[in-house]
């Protein structure tokens, strides 16, 4: 069974960078899938950030490009997002997601299958 | 652009619930999907292509439509089922409408 477990700081001061980790078990990234993150600021919907290939093509929100760099480390089986200069507005709960991005019984789909339970971000001074 | 109607939806338990997500131009059924989060959890994949049911979703849960619209029917609502649905898309980027949520 495939579960996504995300970690980070809590609680970050404005401008600063916010680092987040999501750690993967039951499934070694190396062998395939993309992995994306997602967010949700306090009582709002949700918002895609990024995706990453375990190849290590990545893939940004553009809204968002200028300031979030997301990897891959497939020896630790876990992915990472750095979001620069934070404000306020980065203040979410951040998700990230096992995303299935190709064919499938001759059909190409796209959906996000698995997530992890979230991790919550306060951009705070 | 995803827009999802109605914004609310307040029924009882064992009724029939209906869900439209609509674009502004027509959307690849195959890249469609549903998703369900109950409060304080993360979401949850229920359909995806459209009309395909993910692992472990009950065979209440059903998705149809094509084009621009899209809709998701819970048959009988069970109290487990009230919650914010989403929709969403890949058009390049995958892209969530604003839920629906259902409440008793």
């Known amino acids: 069974q495939v579960q996504l477990e995300e970690s980070g700081p809590g609680l970050v001061k404005p401008s600063e960078t916010l680092s987040l980790t999501c750690g993967v078990s039951g499934y070694s990234i190396g062998s395939g899938f993309y992995w994306g993150w997602i967010r949700q600021p306090p009582g709002k919907g949700l918002e895609w950030i990024a995706s990453i290939y375990h190849t290590g093509n990545t893939y940004y929100k553009p809204s968002l490009r200028s300031r979030v760099t997301m990897s891959v480390d497939t020896a630790k089986n876990q992915i990472s997002l750095d979001l620069k200069s934070v404000t306020a507005a980065d203040t979410a709960v951040y998700y990230c997601a096992r995303i299935w991005d190709g064919f499938r019984g001759g059909q190409y789909y796209y959906y996000m299958d698995v997530w992890g339970k979230g991790t919550t971000v306060t951009v705070s001074s | 652009v995803l827009t999802q109607s109605p914004g609310t939806l307040s029924l009882s338990p064992g009724e029939r619930a209906t869900l439209t997500c609509r674009a502004s131009q027509s959307l690849r059924s195959t890249y469609f999907a549903w998703y369900q989060q109950m409060p304080g959890q993360a979401p949850r994949l229920l359909i995806y292509?459209?009309?395909s049911r993910a692992t472990g979703i009950p065979d209440r849960f059903s998705g149809s439509g094509s084009g621009t619209e899209f809709t998701l029917t819970i048959s009988r609502l069970e109290p487990e089922d009230f919650a914010v649905y989403y929709c969403?898309?890949?058009?390049?980027?995958?892209?969530f409408g604003p839920g629906t949520r259902v409440h008793i």
């Open positions: 292509g459209a009309s």
């Open positions: 969403q898309h890949y058009g390049g980027s995958p892209s």
